[in-house]
């Protein structure tokens, strides 16, 4: 695996493409299990599988949140090699934001709600480094987890928008045996913590109401930021021990 950290070094690199299928799969860092299936699908179905690790500041409304945000650079390269990926961007701020982000992608509706309406600028980050990333890597196929679906409704949309010729690919959400959604921010709770945790997804696909399940994650010692029912899916995100923890099921 090559580990590329300018965009002038990967267009060279690129260059030397021709016309062959290449998949991307952007992610922070912090890698684990959810992420290795994205790599497996992206490393099958494409001629050249490519992987990005980058911590993006403009995505994180809280900044206690991004200075904790569990990753480890070393680790993550070990991960990526072992899935067979190609080439790993592994850029800097000043690299991604030469404008220092003045200029940015936004979206006025869904982005609004739910984590939006949580996070305020979150998805604008979200949106715009994105949008950075398929400029600069010029994918084929892009691949993102079901877990962050309303991220992945969003990125379709701007891909529709936009008139990018990039084929977005939804991979479903990868579950420890206990129902827990595989996170990185999962690293960041205690062993008690991490026992209580799959009461979120185990109480969300209850066939009870939202204010039942929201009275049921209260007791459970979960403080719960919302669950909502849009579209025929039903999001929610809610705090354990100080960590968000979000999932969704069908309706």
């Given at each position: 695996?090559?580990i590329?950290?300018?965009?002038?070094?990967w267009?060279k690199?690129?260059?030397?493409?021709?016309n062959?299928?290449?998949?991307?799969?952007?992610t922070?860092?912090?890698?684990?299990?959810?992420h290795?299936?994205?790599m497996?699908?992206?490393?099958?179905?494409n001629?050249?599988?490519?992987?990005?690790?980058?911590l993006?500041p403009?995505q994180?409304?809280?900044?206690?949140?991004?200075e904790?945000?569990?990753?480890?650079?070393?680790d993550d390269?070990?991960?990526?090699?072992?899935?067979g990926?190609?080439?790993?961007?592994?850029p800097?701020?000043?690299?991604?934001?030469?404008?220092?982000?003045?200029?940015?992608v936004?979206e006025?509706?869904?982005?609004?709600?739910?984590?939006?309406?949580?996070?305020?600028?979150?998805?604008?980050?979200v949106?715009?480094?994105?949008?950075k990333?398929?400029?600069?890597?010029?994918?084929?196929?892009?691949?993102?987890?079901?877990?962050?679906?309303q991220?992945?409704?969003?990125?379709?949309?701007?891909?529709?928008?936009?008139?990018?010729?990039?084929n977005?690919?939804?991979?479903?959400i990868?579950?420890e045996?206990?129902?827990?959604?595989?996170?990185?921010?999962?690293?960041?709770?205690?062993?008690?913590?991490?026992?209580?945790a799959?009461?979120?997804?185990e109480?969300?696909?209850?066939?009870?109401?939202?204010a039942?399940?929201?009275?049921?994650l209260?007791e459970?010692?979960?403080?719960?930021?919302?669950?909502?029912?849009?579209?025929?899916?039903?999001?929610?995100?809610?705090f354990?021990?100080?960590?968000?923890?979000?999932?969704n099921?069908?309706?």
């Amino acid at each position: 695996m090559k580990i590329i950290r300018t965009v002038e070094e990967w267009k060279k690199e690129r260059e030397t493409f021709k016309n062959k299928k290449i998949g991307f799969v952007p992610t922070m860092g912090g890698l684990h299990a959810g992420h290795l299936s994205l790599m497996k699908k992206c490393r099958a179905e494409n001629e050249i599988a490519v992987a990005s690790v980058y911590l993006n500041p403009t995505q994180f409304n809280d900044k206690k949140d991004l200075e904790t945000y569990p990753a480890n650079f070393d680790d993550d390269v070990k991960l990526l090699e072992s899935a067979g990926i190609d080439y790993l961007f592994a850029p800097t701020y000043t690299v991604m934001y030469p404008d220092d982000y003045k200029y940015k992608v936004i979206e006025t509706d869904f982005s609004k709600m739910l984590c939006g309406a949580k996070r305020p600028g979150h998805f604008d980050g979200v949106l715009t480094v994105v949008m950075k990333f398929f400029n600069i890597i010029r994918p084929t196929n892009a691949y993102f987890g079901e877990k962050d679906f309303q991220q992945y409704q969003l990125l379709k949309g701007m891909v529709e928008a936009f008139f990018l010729d990039i084929n977005l690919i939804p991979c479903p959400i990868v579950r420890e045996e206990n129902g827990l959604a595989i996170s990185s921010r999962n690293r960041k709770l205690s062993a008690e913590g991490l026992a209580k945790a799959p009461k979120l997804h185990e109480i969300l696909a209850m066939k009870k109401s939202i204010a039942e399940k929201e009275a049921l994650l209260t007791e459970a010692g979960f403080k719960v930021d919302y669950i909502t029912e849009y579209k025929g899916r039903l999001y929610a995100a809610a705090f354990l021990e100080d960590v968000r923890l979000i999932d969704n099921v069908n309706a």
